[in-house]
């Protein structure tokens, strides 16, 4: 059974959560919407609450490829979509050079030749619609606030009519639609339009029960009482009004580290040794280390 | 859900009357997207109030200060919980439209005649843009507001990361040249080279409408729009109690219309300034986060402040760290003898890369000037 044909948001959960991903409600409404209505899935939120790893997870429960466009600013069509590799294509013109065919074909010929599949680099883009068979792939367009506006509206294009004119070899239409998840940082402002094309969801930090369930299942290592204390104390810094609160990769970083100094039980020494691979402004560790670790450490240990 | 839906046809009303609400306290929601929503439910069998909420937030709303709004109409609507009306009514109205020259007005100086301000406005332009805004009567500020729309902002310019071609020797195209040699049997005739290219720098514009701006703010607003209009990738912001983001009211071309939006949105005008906090805010959810990242900020406050100072030194030190340039500028700051006595001023100050003054249509001129270069 294909992704696209799931039942129900509930099925989502389950699916996302033997790939140990944890969704609640909301994101598994919202991937299920698009899903099912084939259309791209527009996540937004702080840094580190997971909105890569969805798609990670949904590229393994689809068993396809992840197909993943890194925006930056200034991209343009031939880093994401396609390019001639020029090179080879100078090198096939001296090898029928040296060959004697030049004398033997006609010019035209020869830069017909020149314009073959084999001499075409795919980027993402291309090879997100160029998979031929199911399973469909997962394409990841992430941080597009990077990319410029130009390159959004290209991006719109190709989204809704799931094609691309290359001009030297015709159109290429995808055949399997590819599960489309854009992820964007909010530096600015993306287009109605853009907008409009997707389901939206706001990825929140999650509660802490949610958390302690994540960190047992991306950290297997972690005991169960560390777990309940780093999502404990994560919850309670994420409340201090830091510049950087702590998302979930970082507390799964933290409960990693802490396992790997050998502790099983957070202690005052601890967690000042180990708190730079939760908080990582510095700003933010003078304001945690000055209020002191008591209030953290009395809290997490409270039943 | 405790309302009872007896067929297809009561839920679609529901619906679309839950919409409609939604758009009368201002969430923009297109046609396509309450059609979106329709399927939405229909999709996920409108089994709870929980599946119409979620069809709702992930087809209705596109971004997260809309999400409060969202819950309180969805409480109202769908549980009956009303938490609603307050919220929407205590906005207080505010005026930055000085449009019909009838109306009697606070910064009409009693003194001068209907005659008066025609000489002004045709004579003594120049004395005009160099006057003080705090001492120009409304028909002065008429048409300081015309002048202002002709100022063109360009900001300042920065390296981009897309190349550009040029016939100097720079970089050699290697795309673009062996391309052309494909017409010459692969022999490379002409050599194509590329550059970097430039594009601007992101302006974003930090407005102080506390009451001691109250004054100028309300025509420094016009000058915001005016900066907006001019070019692309322009934020601004109010500073006052609280920080609003009026970059999408600002972005319609007619000012009237645009000032109306941006009146609807701020709700603290001419009330108490914590610009630290006002800064930090901006700091945590927009600058720092990339928007103030190589991007010229151009604040304009008079720096008074009621809040702790060193907040607003620790927030421009932030700021300033991510920031390609810091201008300030100060209506106060024209006063002969004015020293940066306002507690948040002489804090942000070391942070402050150029300290000009915004008392004036010709500051404001010079600012544009100063922030071109």
């Known amino acids: ?303 | 859900m405790n309302q009872v839906i007896d067929g297809q046809k009561t839920l679609d009303r529901h619906l679309i009357d839950f919409v409609d609400q939604l758009r009368n306290t201002g969430v923009k929601i297109s046609l396509g997207s309450s059609i979106d929503f329709g399927l939405a439910v229909t999709e996920l069998g409108a089994g709870s109030s929980e599946d119409i909420y979620w069809a709702g937030r992930s087809t209705l709303i596109n971004r997260p200060e809309d999400i409060s709004i969202y819950n309180k109409v969805f409480k109202s609507h769908w549980l009956g919980i009303d938490s609603l009306v307050d919220e929407v009514n205590k906005l207080p109205a505010l005026d930055f439209l000085f449009d019909d020259l009838s109306d009697d007005s606070e910064f009409e100086d009693s003194s001068k005649s209907e005659n008066d301000f025609l000489s002004v406005k045709y004579s003594n332009l120049e004395i005009l843009s160099s006057k003080d805004f705090s001492n120009c009567n409304r028909a002065e500020l008429q048409e300081l507001f015309y002048l202002m729309n002709e100022i063109r902002f360009m900001g300042e310019r920065k390296k981009s990361r897309r190349m550009v071609k040029t016939k100097k020797h720079r970089k050699f195209d290697f795309e673009k040249s062996v391309k052309s040699s494909f017409r010459t049997s692969g022999e490379i005739v002409k050599k194509h080279f590329q550059e970097g290219g430039e594009r601007r720098r992101r302006l974003v514009l930090l407005l102080d409408i506390s009451g001691s701006m109250e004054v100028y703010a309300r025509v420094l607003i016009r000058f915001v729009h005016a900066v907006m209009l001019g070019r692309s990738d322009v934020e601004a912001f109010t500073l006052g109690t609280r920080l609003t983001r009026l970059t999408k009211e600002l972005s319609t071309r007619n000012p009237d219309a645009a000032l109306k939006r941006a009146s609807d949105a701020v709700e603290d005008w001419s009330g108490g300034t914590r610009l630290g906090e006002g800064i930090k805010e901006f700091n945590d959810h927009w600058g720092i986060r990339g928007m103030a990242r190589g991007a010229t900020v151009l604040i304009l406050s008079d720096g008074w402040d009621r809040g702790d100072s060193e907040i607003v030194a620790e927030q421009m030190k932030r700021l300033h760290r991510v920031t390609h340039r810091i201008v300030w500028a100060n209506p106060l700051k024209a006063t002969p003898d004015y020293e940066p006595l306002a507690k948040g001023m002489a804090a942000a100050l070391p942070h402050i890369d150029n300290f000009v003054e915004g008392n004036s249509f010709d500051s404001l001129k010079d600012l544009s000037i100063l922030l071109t270069k």
Request: proline content about 4%; overall charge negative; charged content about 30%.
């Open chain 1, 1 to 303: 059974m294909g992704l696209r044909d799931v039942s129900s948001v509930e099925k989502v959960i389950e699916e996302l959560s033997t790939q140990n991903y944890l969704a609640d409600r909301g994101l598994a409404t919202a991937v299920f919407l698009s899903l099912r209505q084939n259309r791209p899935l527009l996540l937004e939120g702080e840094a580190g609450v997971g909105k890569t790893e969805l798609a990670k997870s949904l590229s393994n429960w689809a068993d396809g490829d992840l197909i993943r466009l890194q925006c930056y600013e200034g991209i343009d069509s031939n880093q994401a979509v396609y390019e001639w590799d020029y090179a080879r294509q100078l090198l096939h013109l001296r090898t029928a050079e040296a060959s004697g065919r030049t004398e033997d074909v006609s010019t035209d010929v020869l830069e017909g030749e020149l314009y073959d599949e084999r001499f075409l680099i795919r980027r993402p883009l291309l090879q997100a619609l160029s998979v031929k068979n199911d399973p469909p792939p997962v394409l990841l367009i992430d941080e597009i606030d990077r990319a410029d506006d130009e390159f959004e509206a290209f991006l719109l294009e190709i989204l809704s009519e799931y094609s691309i004119t290359i001009p030297e070899l015709g159109t290429y239409r995808s055949e399997v639609k590819p599960i489309v998840v854009i992820t964007s940082n909010r530096t600015r402002d993306l287009h109605d339009a853009l907008k409009r094309r997707c389901f939206y969801h706001w990825v929140e930090h999650p509660d802490v029960e949610r958390e302690i369930e994540i960190i047992r299942i991306r950290a297997p290592k972690v005991s169960l009482l560390l777990a309940e204390e780093v999502s404990k104390a994560a919850a309670f810094l994420r409340g201090m009004d830091l510049y950087k609160p702590p998302g979930v990769a970082e507390t799964i970083d933290w409960a990693e580290a802490l396992v790997t100094i050998g502790v099983d039980d957070l202690d005052e020494d601890s967690v000042d040794e180990t708190l730079g691979t939760l908080i990582k402004y510095r700003e933010d560790q003078e304001r945690v280390r000055s209020r002191g670790f008591d209030e953290i450490l009395s809290l997490v240990r409270q039943g």
